[in-house]
Each structure stands twice: as C-alpha cells, then as structure tokens.
C-alpha cells in the first residue's frame, strides 16, 4: 500500500515538472516602429536563447528558440 502511495506522488511530481507555464504572448508590433523581443529560459531573464526583431520595413530577423520567457521593446521609427 505504502509503495503505491509513493508511486502515485511520484507520478504526480513527474507530471506537474513537465508542464510547461503559460506562454507568454508577444505584443503586435505597431506599423511605424522597430520591435524587438528576446526569449530567455529562465524566469530570471539571464541566459539569452532566442531574438526576434521586426524592422522598420516590417521584414523580421529571427535566430535561436522563440518560446520562452520575453523582454519586448518597441522604438519609433524615423522617416
């Protein structure tokens, strides 16, 4: 019995660890600005895994994981 009550929290530990949090959602990058998101693995925002970046010309640069924890900024564009 004891071994049973001991697999079930096992399992239960096991099955809350791999569930990843929300995804965040990453604001729509406005016509007239450059935007920029970074993607971090920890919650702390210190180990960089991904960027993405929306230019002026709305084309986009990507490299690395896009999922994660982000830091979003947008900057006015000068015409």
Same mark, same amino acid.
């Given at each position: ?13 096991? #099955? ?29 925002? #210190? ?33």
């Amino acid at each position: 019995m004891i071994r049973r009550v001991l697999a079930v929290a096992v399992l239960a530990a096991a #099955t809350l660890a791999v569930i990843p949090a929300a995804a965040q959602a990453v604001p729509a990058c406005p016509v007239g600005y450059l935007c920029n998101t970074q993607y971090f693995s920890d919650s702390a925002r #210190t180990n960089l895994v991904g960027v993405r970046t929306e230019f002026c010309d709305r084309s986009v640069s990507t490299w690395g994981r896009l999922s994660g924890y982000i830091t979003w900024s947008s900057s006015p564009c000068n015409d």
